[in-house]
Nanobody, 116 residues
């Protein structure tokens, strides 16, 4: 599939907000966000199906993050509120073309840094 391109990362103070975006033309099954901090394994953050009718989140989110997409499936976004220093990581988006494909397309990632 076409390369995914993330944007919206940056540096914020604790309690601030960021919205990440991922251009992902033509994804047909699901899209998700993952993150990885130095010395830690990659973590699942959020997932959304192609219709936008179902979402799921990692346990750490606790209502702070929202995943959403645009109507034509070109982009997926992650609204992050009340950011904490432990949210600091590289955030990557991924898409799945079918229920059998797994996460078959990945972006390069965007850095999110939260200072205290």
């Amino acid at each position: 599939q076409a390369q995914l391109v993330e944007s919206g990362g940056g540096s914020v103070q604790a309690g601030g907000s960021l919205t990440l975006s991922c251009v992902a033309h033509g994804w047909t099954y699901s899209a998700g966000w993952f993150r990885q901090a130095p010395g830690k394994e990659r973590e699942f953050v959020a997932v959304i199906n192609s219709a936008g009718s179902s979402t799921g989140y990692g346990d750490f989110v606790k209502g702070r993050f929202t995943i959403f997409k645009d109507y034509d499936k070109n982009s997926v976004h992650l609204q992050m509120n009340d950011l904490k220093p432990e949210d600091t990581a590289i955030y990557s988006c991924a898409t799945a073309s079918s229920m059998y494909s797994g996460w078959d397309s990945w972006g390069q990632g965007t850095q999110v840094t939260v200072s205290s």
